[in-house]
């Protein structure tokens, strides 16, 4: 099973990692301690199913805040694309529930444009992959 992610998710990252001070900076800790024990079923699994399309998979996941000691309901949320066929688990976006880059939920607009920058990316061989045991490190694809 690999890790990848598309270029919505990393901007939001560098964007939630900009500041210490906006209390974000414990995100890619959350989401390592979060999903780095699960196998793919286990992940292909989780609760929120926001959509289906064959073998895929779109989930939002809630995710603790650790560094403001907030619970997964009032954490960060991370939208993951699971994808049987290739098995990997596509990093699609993250985004706060609290604070300076909050957002209460994504619109379906927002939603579909994820999967197509994803069919894109992934066809344009524009994703990243990441080691999931190493703070989401950027891996090279032999």
Same mark, same amino acid.
């Given at each position: 099973?690999?890790?990848?992610? *598309?270029?919505?998710? +990393?901007?939001? !990252?560098?964007? @939630?990692?900009?500041?210490?001070? $906006?209390?974000? =900076? ?26 289906? *399309?064959?073998?895929? +998979?779109?989930? !939002?996941?809630? @995710?603790?805040?650790?560094?403001? $000691?907030?619970? =997964? ?70």
């Amino acid at each position: 099973m690999q890790f990848i992610s *598309i270029s919505s998710f +990393r901007e939001a !990252k560098i964007q @939630l990692l900009k500041r210490k001070e $906006n209390g974000y =900076s414990s995100c890619v800790e959350d989401i390592c301690e979060a999903l780095k024990d699960l196998d793919f079923e286990s992940i292909y699994n989780l609760h929120f199913l926001v959509r289906e *399309i064959g073998d895929l +998979r779109v989930i !939002k996941v809630r @995710l603790q805040n650790s560094e403001q $000691n907030l619970s =997964s309901a009032q954490g960060f949320r991370l939208i993951i694309l699971c994808n049987k066929k290739h098995q990997h688990v596509a990093l699609l976006k993250l985004y706060p529930k609290r604070g300076k880059y909050s957002k209460s939920d994504l619109t379906k607009h927002e939603y579909k444009e994820l999967l197509t920058v994803y069919a894109n990316e992934l066809k344009a061989k524009a994703i990243k992959v990441h080691d999931i045991k190493n703070e989401l490190k950027e891996v090279e694809i032999n």
